[in-house]
């Protein structure tokens, strides 16, 4: 569904690391492009890429307000390459899913990029998860997800030793990769196919103009003025963005709709300390509650050798915080005025309560985690990284989980097009995602 608003055993695969972009403006005030996008995360890099590789002949340029590409959401995850096993069938985000996985895995060998394919357990510890596992294998297996099975007891251990439960989807499917590598990968095929990438370019404004750039011969050739916080401004014939954890925010510059809204939620990670690593191999995750928004805690091998345990959920006070004590007034406003967010606490305060415990005793995710595998102790373990999600909510309460298109209004919203939301996860799809934003910017412009 696409929403148009008006307004065990692991498999290494191992090669080159792509070498750092260049980033160029090309005049130090004023620059035109047929394209600009706005946004350098995965969906921004995927999106540029596939744009113009179907249109070689026309010029691009991709924005970033960071000093690098691919620092937030692409950088701060948890490096799983998905295989599509929890979506609905049918769904635009299961579709994706599966063949972005599919894409990505043929991008990552063509393009020399290590991943290592570790698989995932899916683990009942429970007898009463046991209903729920075997209807998510079914779900699997209406998807396409790749050499799907269940296995009991001694199938777990022969493929995870020290993790214990009654049954479990095996996902050999599965695997990890830096994402942000992928993300620059993409990056480094844009600038080779002939576009800019310009960093350090906070967009501030974007608004159709009436007269040429200074100097100019060309009339209104690109109408589409994005003004930089820093007073640089880009003209462009179409505009598209992707922003990621400020995506709501764009668009609203265009005179989008405040909503849906991005609500930011930080996942706080353990890492298992390297005497321990042999405790785990591949992916472990628990059975998913329906009753509640997100996966639960799990077990995720790294691509540097570390492990990760986690993460939690709790709501950010910062939109770009990665800390506990990170804040940011205006952020916190947002969320906490926000209708939608103020439903979605009421029809989840146990969890919500029970993450927040969790993210501040680390014993208690430790209690958790021991129910897969009981020879993990709190000693084991240290406080690791987080990330920060922007999970787009509607007005009720509900999370977003299709895509969001929106232009804008008036004479600008016909050269926009604004990604609101793109399906998580996001990184595993972005291929495929890409191809889809590249469709609707197709559908909408004429380049």
Same mark, same amino acid.
């Given at each position: 569904m696409i929403r148009n608003l008006s307004s065990a055993s692991c498999i290494v695969f191992s090669a080159t690391v792509p070498k750092p972009l260049t980033c160029v403006m090309r005049h130090a005030h004023s620059s035109t492009y047929d394209v600009a996008v706005v946004g350098g995360g995965i969906? /921004?890099? =995927?999106?540029? +890429?596939?744009?113009?590789?179907?249109?070689?002949?026309?010029?691009?340029?991709?924005?970033e307000k960071e000093k690098e590409l691919a620092m937030h959401q692409s950088g701060h995850n948890s490096g799983v390459i998905h295989s599509g096993i929890y979506y609905t069938p049918g769904s635009l985000k299961a579709r994706l899913c599966?063949?972005? =996985?599919?894409? =990505?895995? $043929?991008?990552?060998?063509?393009? /020399?990029?290590?991943?290592?394919? @570790?698989?995932?357990?899916?683990?009942?510890?429970? +007898?009463?998860?046991i209903p729920r596992l075997k209807a998510l294998y079914e779900r699997g297996q209406e998807n396409g997800v790749r050499d799907l099975t269940l296995i009991d007891s001694k199938g777990?251990? $022969? +493929?995870?030793?020290? @993790? +214990?439960?009654?049954? =479990?989807?095996?996902?050999?499917?599965? /695997?990890?990769?830096?994402?942000?590598?992928?993300?620059?990968?993409?990056?480094k095929d844009f600038q080779d196919a002939g576009g800019t990438v310009v960093t350090e370019y906070e967009a501030s404004d974007i608004a159709m103009v009436k007269e040429s750039p200074a100097g100019g011969t060309e009339g209104l050739k690109y109408p589409i003025a994005i003004r930089g916080s820093k007073g640089k401004e880009v003209r462009c014939r179409y505009l598209l963005t992707c922003g990621g954890l400020y995506s709501d925010r764009i668009s609203q510059i265009s005179g989008c709709s405040p909503e849906p809204r991005i609500v930011p939620f930080r996942g706080d990670y353990l890492v298992l300390k390297p005497e321990k690593h042999y405790l785990v191999k591949g992916n472990i995750y628990p059975v998913p509650d329906p009753k509640f928004p997100f996966l639960g805690v799990h077990f995720t091998p790294r691509m540097d050798g570390s492990i990760w345990l986690g993460p939690n959920a709790v709501l950010a006070f910062k939109r770009e915080g990665y800390k506990m004590y990170d804040f940011d007034i205006r952020d916190v406003t947002d969320a906490l005025c926000f209708r939608g967010l103020h439903k979605l606490v009421l029809k989840n305060i146990l969890y919500g309560v029970g993450e927040m415990y969790r993210g501040v005793f680390i014993g208690a995710q430790v209690k958790i985690l021991q129910k897969f595998i009981p020879e993990l102790s709190l000693q084991d373990v240290l406080r690791g990284p987080a990330g920060v999600r922007a999970q787009a909510l509607d007005k009720e309460g509900n999370l977003v989980d299709d895509f969001v298109f929106d232009g804008g209004v008036g004479d600008v919203g016909s050269r926009v097009l604004h990604v609101r939301n793109a399906p998580s996860p996001a990184a595993t799809s972005s291929l495929a995602i890409a191809q889809m934003v590249a469709d609707e910017v197709e559908r909408r412009f004429t380049l």
């Open positions: 969906v /921004g890099l =995927a999106s540029a +890429r596939e744009l113009i590789l179907r249109h070689p002949t026309l010029s691009f340029v991709l924005l599966v063949k972005g =996985a599919t894409m =990505a895995y $043929e991008y990552l060998d063509k393009q /020399g990029l290590p991943y290592k394919r @570790c698989g995932k357990l899916v683990v009942a510890v429970e +007898r009463e998860e777990i251990q $022969e +493929r995870e030793p020290f @993790c +214990r439960g009654l049954m =479990a989807l095996d996902s050999p499917y599965t /695997g990890i990769v830096d994402w942000r590598q992928v993300s620059l990968s993409y990056g």
